[in-house]
C-alpha cells in the first residue's frame, strides 16, 4: 500500500511540474499586459489589467435582438473561433462587445475557441498562421468543421455586428 501511495505521489507531482499554460503572459515596454495563445472569456474579463477596457466597453453594448437572435438561432449549429490582442485597441472595444452577444443570446462559452495574438499576430502552436490572421480582432463561424464567414476587424461595412448576424442568418 506504501508503494502504491509513493508511486502515485510520484506521478502527481512529475504531472504539475509538467502541466503547461494554454498560454503566456508578458508585460511589453510600454506596460501593456500581452497574452499569447489558448485563453478564456474569464481570463480576459477577470484580469485587472484588463479592467479598464472590458467592463466599460461591455457594459455600454446594446445589442441590436435581429442579431442577438441570429446568434440564438444559430448556437446549436456553430463554432466561433476567435483571434484578439490584448494590446489591441480594436480587439478592446469589440471582444467585450461579442461577449455581450454570447451572453444575451445564450450561446455556450464551450461554443467559442479564444486566441490572443502578440503584437506581430503569432500563437503558441501557430494557429493564428493556420487561419492566415493577418487583422484582429478576427471571427470566425465555423459550422461542420468548416468556415463559413468570417469578420475581420470592424468587418466591410463598419458595423461588426451586424455582418456577424448576416452571416448567421444565412446559414
Not at 449549429?77 to 451572453?103: A, H, M, N, S
Not at 486566441?115 to 503569432?122: F, L
Not at 484582429?136 to 469578420?151: A, C, F, N, Q, S
Amino acid at each position: 500500500m506504501k508503494k502504491l501511495l509513493l508511486n502515485v505521489g510520484i506521478v502527481l507531482i512529475f504531472a504539475a511540474a509538467n502541466a503547461q499554460s494554454p498560454f503566456t503572459t508578458t508585460v511589453d515596454k510600454n506596460n501593456v499586459t500581452i497574452l499569447n495563445g489558448i485563453v478564456a472569456k474569464k481570463d480576459i474579463a477577470a484580469n485587472a489589467a484588463f479592467s479598464n477596457w472590458y467592463s466599460g466597453n461591455q457594459n455600454s453594448y446594446k445589442p441590436d435582438t435581429s442579431i442577438t437572435n441570429a446568434m440564438a438561432n444559430a448556437k446549436d449549429k456553430v463554432q466561433y473561433v476567435v483571434f484578439g490582442g490584448t494590446w489591441c485597441e480594436d480587439t478592446q472595444f469589440i471582444l467585450p462587445k461579442f461577449f455581450r452577444l454570447q451572453e444575451q443570446s445564450g450561446l455556450s462559452e464551450n461554443n467559442i475557441s479564444l486566441y490572443a495574438v502578440d503584437r506581430s499576430k503569432k500563437t503558441l502552436g501557430n494557429i493564428a498562421d493556420a487561419f492566415k490572421i493577418t487583422n484582429v480582432p478576427t471571427i470566425i463561424v465555423m459550422k461542420d468543421g468548416k468556415e463559413v464567414g468570417r469578420v475581420v476587424e470592424y468587418g466591410k461595412t463598419g458595423k461588426w455586428d451586424t455582418e456577424l448576424g448576416q452571416i448567421l442568418k444565412n446559414l
